[in-house]
DNA sequence: TGTCTGGATGTTTTT
DNA sequence: CATCCAGACA
């Protein structure tokens, strides 16, 4: 019955929205209606623009079509993520919103390093004015389309500020607006806020655009934000050929603005909206789809929606309880060997998904001393490691003189005596005199620089200048490799011979070697027009790039990534790690209803990844922020429908069932009970002071558990006996920790390394044994 | 000016 | 635990 469904989408004019659940091949519909379109309605390429949130995506889909109707066709389209599309299209029309086309794109570091500055020379106190706060609060503001003028003028925001203590934000904000514009620079938002700017302000602009993009079409409609929303409004007003694909469920990415309002409303803002609901799931087996259909039935807020599928049953999900993040490493690379024996599965074939970065670490450990080969995502970037960003910054310096962070960073690497001092006054005579740090360097003399620093600017500026004149004569590549002969980066990191050196090494190659195949790769026919070969797009490309984008597709590793980044995709054995209480739900989203069921939805997304097995795994214990933290199974767990689940490996029965747990007894009863008795409410009073008088009634979801009590110094009770103090060497010293409900011994050796096995006694029976315990040096 | 070091501080998620 | 930074010293 979805057949049909799929057929009315492909050749009809006008708006459409298709409302797709998890694992019904929403882009291959995307993909099949452009090859539809170009195939059989003979549109132009030029005219079809498709918008995704990864480059990945975009790949994809471009590779897909490319396959049925040539790679010459395919690469016209106007096919990527709203970021890179936005950031070529500005390039071709900087001009008409002020800024030069070889604009600097930010990334969040730079940006950051921005608002620090901004906030060190506004004379505020860096403590609450913090780069990270403030930055997100500004990011915040431009995907709501909200500029520095407005936000300051606004009533409600300057209240939520001044009630953060932190009134001077909208200040900042048009410092930091006004301080990337001298340097020529955008940060991701401004990606979309002046493209936005753009298609508003200069109706030729607009016009030229609407004419153009006959065809428009959104991938994962439900992660826009309102300037995305606004944007696309715009630039499909006049053909309101706009198709978008979504899935409510798959809603992730709210704190990047993003908002499903903007599902709702798309059907309010056209006319005629064709509204096709896409159920069948072709993906996972029965069991897991019903899984996830029960999981997210838990949302209130939802489009109505029931996935089925014609796969078989399939296997149970696993649930499986460890004791610690290392133990939880150790079972799933243990039961990625087992499974590859036994049924001829490939690395490939599996994932593990987290909740956050941190999370790999154990995973990593272990699959290394296990000999299984896997890959990490996320997390840095080629582009961001500093020997890259080092060499890129020279790169940007010559295109744009103006972009003041690319030249602070590299203006003493290398140290060619250049030092704090004077590049302050380097800055702060731009300030004063309203030019670029460049052209205070240009005219040092009359800047009162003196003897051997005066001699080091020049030197450094006539460098510069000399890359900037072999610009014209030379490409990219020949360009590049000037500048990392003529400022011996090249040949230091040759020098240095530790194993990072050498890695470091490669690094500045392998970037060399991106540049190349960058200026022989062929593009795009149309845009000639402002040269799209040339350094400056190769820059604004590459910080756009995420480290899932270089993908070896077919290489045979296991893949381990963020719960995000799997967004997407697929794999036939997928694991869940860390599926606690503060981890997952995480500790920042439980204050609402709506940010829980965000988690929620994200608990969703990494079950609809896997196609015939999933576990879920979760441990008694982790190290977080280097302690030893403990925490409670995810609230998530008991939301799954007892049938499908296979607790053998979790050694409890259901807490549901069991008769004791958070869920058994009044409202009042759950927020007193503590695991350490009293002492834990006056170690929370002293940490986050006296508690509210009066409580406001929290519905259930927000009923704040107690913290989990951290390791602290302690004096060991009378009858706590070490049971295996084994490995312990002579003359090393110990001593006690009180730790979550028991008791632990803590030693000398380095992090992580198993130098002893300790157990300790809990609350009467239970017995804990941590055979890697992270263990303190103590004097 | 550059380098070393102890103490503070921080971890959601990403283009 | 890892990273960053201010302040001390070469």
């Known amino acids: 019955m979805n057949e049909p469904q799929r057929e009315a989408v492909m050749h009809k004019d006008g708006p459409i929205m298709i409302i797709a659940g998890a694992g019904s091949g929403k882009t291959k519909v995307l993909t099949t209606r452009i090859t539809h379109l170009m195939a059989a309605h003979e549109v132009d390429a030029f005219n079809i623009l498709a918008l995704t949130f990864t480059n990945k995506a975009a790949a994809e889909m471009k590779e897909r079509i490319g396959k049925i109707l040539g790679n010459s066709e395919a690469r016209n389209l106007y096919v990527g993520t709203f970021h890179s599309v936005f950031a070529r299209i500005l390039r071709g029309e900087a001009g008409k919103i002020g800024y030069p086309s070889n604009f600097t794109i930010y990334d969040t570091d730079d940006a950051k390093s921005v608002v620090k500055t901004v906030v060190k020379e506004m004379e505020l106190d860096e403590k609450q004015y913090k780069p990270n706060i403030v930055y997100n609060r500004i990011s915040s503001a431009k995907n709501a389309l909200v500029g520095p003028a407005e936000y300051i003028n606004d009533y409600t925001l300057q209240q939520e500020d001044a009630r953060s203590n932190r009134p001077m934000i909208g200040q900042i904000y048009d410092a930091y607006a006004k301080r990337c514009f001298k340097n020529g620079a955008m940060d991701f938002d401004d990606l979309l806020f002046k493209m936005y700017i753009l298609l508003k302000n200069n109706a030729d602009s607009l016009s030229k655009f609407q004419r153009k993009f006959k065809y428009i079409l959104i991938d994962e409609y439900q992660d826009t934000n309102p300037a995305q929303y606004e944007i696309i409004k715009l630039l499909g007003a006049m053909h309101e050929n706009v198709c978008v694909v979504g899935d409510d469920a798959q809603s992730i990415y709210s704190f990047r603005g993003a908002t499903i309002a903007n599902i709702l409303q798309f059907q309010k803002d056209y006319d005629d909206v064709k509204v096709v609901k896409l159920e069948q799931n072709y993906r996972s087996s029965k069991t897991i789809l019903n899984v996830a259909n029960e999981i997210i039935s838990n949302n209130k807020d939802q489009i109505e929606k029931r996935l089925f599928t014609d796969n078989g049953e399939g296997e149970k999900v696993k649930l499986v309880r460890t004791m610690t993040d290392n133990d939880e490493g150790k079972y799933v690379s243990d039961t990625i060997k087992e499974f590859k024996l036994r049924n001829h599965f490939f690395n490939k074939d599996f994932a593990i998904l987290y909740r956050t970065n941190a999370q790999s670490r154990s995973f990593e450990e272990s699959l290394r001393r296990m000999g299984i080969a896997y890959r990490i995502y996320g ?401």
Do not use: C
């Open 379 to 779: 997390g840095m970037s080629f582009y961001q490691r500093k020997e890259v960003k080092d060499f890129v910054a020279y790169l940007r310096i010559v295109i744009n003189p103006k972009d003041e962070e690319a030249l602070k960073r590299i203006i003493n690497y290398p140290i060619r005596g250049i030092g704090k001092t004077t590049i302050d006054k380097a800055v702060l005579f731009a300030n004063e005199n309203n030019i670029s740090m460049w052209e205070v360097l240009n005219n040092a003399a009359r800047f009162g620089f003196k003897s051997g620093t005066l001699e080091s600017i020049n030197n450094f500026v006539i460098m510069i200048r000399m890359f900037q004149s072999e610009l014209d004569k030379k490409n990219a590549y020949d360009l590049a490799v000037i500048v990392g002969k003529s400022t011996g980066i090249v040949k230091d990191l040759f020098n240095d011979k530790t194993t990072e050196g050498l890695a470091r090494y490669e690094n500045v190659q392998e970037l060399l070697n991106s540049i190349k195949e960058f200026i022989e790769t062929p593009m795009n026919e149309e845009d000639g027009e402002v040269g799209d070969k040339g350094l400056g797009s190769y820059l604004q490309q590459i910080v756009l790039l995420t480290d899932s984008d270089d993908d070896k597709e077919n290489s045979d590793v296991v893949k381990l990534m963020t719960i995000h980044a799997a967004k997407g995709l697929e794999f036939p054995v997928v694991f869940v790690g860390g599926l606690e209480e503060t981890l997952f739900p995480n500790a920042m989203s439980i204050n609402t209803r709506e940010e829980l069921e965000e988690e929620r939805r994200l608990f969703y997304v990494a079950i609809t990844r896997a196609k015939s097995n999933l576990f879920l795994t979760y441990s008694n214990a982790r190290y977080r922020f280097g302690q030893l933290q403990q925490n409670d199974p995810s609230r998530f767990i008991d939301e799954m429908p007892e049938a499908m689940i296979d607790r053998s490996y979790a050694g409890t029965v259901a807490r549901n069932n069991a008769g004791s747990g958070w869920n058994q007894g009044s409202a009042a009863e759950r927020m007193q009970r503590g695991f350490a008795g009293s002492s834990d409410a006056g170690r929370a009073e002293k940490q986050y002071g006296a508690p509210p008088t009066k409580k406001p009634a929290l519905p259930s979801y927000a009923i704040p558990k107690p913290q989990a009590s951290k390791t602290a110094e302690h004096t060991p009770s009378a009858d706590f006996v070490p049971s295996d103090t084994s490995n312990l060497q002579a003359g090393q010293k110990v001593e006690h920790q009180k730790f979550g409900f028991g008791e632990v011994l803590k030693m000398e050796g380095a992090a992580h390394n198993p130098i002893a096995t300790v157990n300790f006694e809990t609350n009467g029976e239970k017995k804990i044994m941590l055979n890697y315990a992270k263990l303190r040096i103590l004097e």
